[in-house]
């Protein structure tokens, strides 16, 4: 009969489990491969304690970051973005665009931080255009974008 040890794993381990999990395995297996590595630790009283205040703060930290973000959708809803750009007279084609790296600079301008443009492709065209907007987490919003002549 294998002697078995209870261990946290310090990373995720292929066909052992996730990270922070923690799980029973062979001495040998830990002894020989997980502790020389770092993939694991002996989970002791103290480091199950240790893991859990960790979980906690985790989840404590994600819910405080959704909030953040469903403040910054709020103030998307309400923003504006204005682009003054070059044009052709008749056409109404910008020379140059209006990338996702600009979008997000000048959401940060307004104070909207952990904002992430989604573009297929950099804008080109004059006039009013809705910008998805990523904040993580599963969160998104849309902006306004304006281009206008110079």
Same mark, same amino acid.
């Given at each position: 009969?294998? &002697?078995?040890?209870?261990?946290?794993?310090?990373?995720?381990?292929?066909?052992?489990? !996730?990270?922070? +999990?923690?799980?029973?395995?062979?001495?040998?297996?830990?002894?020989?491969? #997980?502790?020389?590595?770092?993939?694991?630790? @002996?989970?002791? #009283?103290?480091? !199950?304690?240790? #893991?859990?205040?960790? &979980?906690?703060?985790?989840?404590?930290?994600?819910?405080?970051? @959704?909030?953040?973000?469903?403040? +910054?959708?709020?103030?998307?809803?309400?923003?504006?973005?204005?682009?003054?750009?070059?044009?052709?007279? !008749?056409?109404?084609?910008?020379?140059?665009?209006?990338?996702?790296?600009?979008?997000?600079?000048?959401? &940060?301008?307004?104070?909207?931080?952990?904002? !992430?443009?989604?573009?297929? &492709?950099?804008?080109? +065209?004059?006039?009013?255009? +809705?910008?998805?907007?990523?904040?993580?987490?599963?969160?998104?919003?849309?902006?306004?974008?304006?281009?206008?002549?110079?």
């Amino acid at each position: 009969m294998k &002697k078995k040890v209870t261990v946290i794993l310090h990373d995720t381990v292929p066909h052992v489990g !996730q990270k922070d +999990e923690v799980r029973e395995v062979a001495i040998g297996f830990f002894r020989n491969y #997980l502790r020389p590595r770092g993939l694991a630790i @002996i989970a002791t #009283l103290a480091e !199950q304690e240790r #893991l859990k205040t960790k &979980k906690a703060r985790a989840v404590e930290e994600k819910t405080e970051r @959704i909030a953040e973000a469903k403040q +910054e959708v709020q103030q998307t809803k309400e923003t504006t973005l204005t682009f003054t750009k070059r044009a052709a007279k !008749q056409e109404g084609h910008i020379f140059g665009s209006v990338t996702a790296k600009q979008i997000e600079e000048a959401l &940060k301008e307004q104070g909207i931080e952990h904002a !992430q443009a989604k573009l297929l &492709k950099p804008i080109r +065209e004059i006039g009013e255009h +809705e910008i998805s907007v990523d904040f993580g987490d599963g969160i998104t919003g849309k902006v306004k974008v304006v281009i206008k002549a110079e």
